[in-house]
């Protein structure tokens, strides 16, 4: 019988990136991403009081103020092209972007700013969407718009507007998630079909059809998160990420590399809508690297993950949550799929984003 060889050796060494100039590749939550922020970013920002490492960088950060008082803070920019798509427009993918980011960190959002960069000659009824989208989005996702900015740059120098928005929840005492948490034997659960974000955008940008309805996933995930850490409740959760910007593929190797264990997912058990599967089998896709903007990836200790499960299968947005797979001590760092013939793939962190401006 002939060994199976070690995994974290197949996958082919990455070419030299040394890049004079920013490139669409560094903005996609991939490798290139990643060497921006650990070579240019952290450098320049160390020193400061709560400067921390690569490893511990997530969206958002949990801030301990006072003995008991502890706050969860994140901010993104969305320049999604096109603005409008399926089920959504650049304003509510702003607000539950970052809901969520702070919602997977087990804080309870409350409050956003909003930075508005508009370009001359924007639509104002266009914009009156938008904004009229974000307040109903902010009121659904339970948080309040409470400050903001608006900027005005020549014609030709935007693309129509730009959103950041900044978020702050309020962290439960106590609660610890991250990499640190992760250990060999937790369950890998998924709160849902993937895909469906990168692909509606996807649709309109490109002026296909693919013979079937398709919109965003874009949802706020306060309630599945709470379910799983809110109110004192011990499901075992080591760590959660929303898998946006390089897909589920992104977030499990974040995962399996900053914990320095491995990942194994069985590919079969990943949710994939039709839809997705056919678009991305017509344009050369995986789907695990496709953005999504309304879903959860949570490890969890393996007694409790039926538990978990059950918790997050009670709420909306998590309806359709499966285990999708298995932390092992086995290839650290490097997230492997088991296929439907048998055999085996290393699922590796995107270089850039099969997919650009996608939010």
Request: hydrophobic share 45%; with cysteine.
């Amino acid at each position: 019988m002939t060994a199976t060889p070690d995994p974290a050796a197949w996958s082919c060494p990455a070419p030299l990136r040394d890049q004079p100039t920013v490139v669409l590749g560094h903005g996609g939550g991939g490798r290139l991403s990643a060497e921006l922020i650990e070579h240019l970013f952290l450098p320049a920002f160390a020193g400061t009081p709560l400067a921390g490492t690569l490893a511990e960088l997530g969206d958002s950060a949990v801030l301990d103020l006072a003995p008991g008082v502890r706050l969860a803070f994140s901010t993104d920019s969305y320049v999604v092209r096109p603005r409008f798509f399926p089920g959504g427009n650049i304003g509510d993918l702003a607000v539950n972007g970052t809901v969520n980011d702070l919602a997977v960190s087990g804080a309870v959002p409350f409050a956003l700013s909003v930075g508005a960069i508009l370009e001359e000659g924007l639509d104002l009824e266009e914009l009156g969407v938008i904004a009229t989208t974000m307040g109903a989005a902010a009121r659904a996702a339970g948080v309040s718009l409470v400050t903001g900015d608006t900027k005005v740059v020549d014609a030709g120098h935007g693309d129509g507007v730009y959103l950041n928005t900044a978020g702050i929840g309020l962290a439960p005492a106590g609660l610890e998630l991250g990499p640190g948490r992760i250990r060999p034997g937790d369950a890998v659960l998924l709160s849902g079909p993937i895909g469906l974000h990168g692909i509606a955008v996807l649709s309109v940008r490109e002026g296909l059809e693919f013979g079937a309805d398709i919109a965003t996933d874009s949802a706020p995930v306060t309630a599945l998160t709470q379910a799983l850490v809110g109110g004192g409740a011990d499901l075992g959760v080591s760590m959660m990420r929303d898998p946006t910007r390089g897909g589920v593929a992104a977030t499990l190797n974040e995962m399996a590399r900053s914990s320095g264990t491995g990942i194994e997912i069985i590919e079969g058990a990943v949710p994939v809508p039709e839809v997705v599967r056919a678009a991305c089998g017509l344009l050369g896709l995986d789907p695990l690297y496709i953005a999504n903007e309304g879903r959860v990836v949570a490890v969890v200790r393996p007694e409790r993950a039926e538990q978990a499960l059950a918790a997050m299968r009670g709420t909306a947005v998590g309806a359709q949550s499966v285990r999708i797979g298995t932390v092992t001590d086995e290839h650290p760092g490097v997230v492997v799929a088991r296929t439907g013939i048998g055999g085996s793939r290393v699922v590796d962190l995107p270089l850039a984003e099969q997919l650009p401006r996608i939010c």
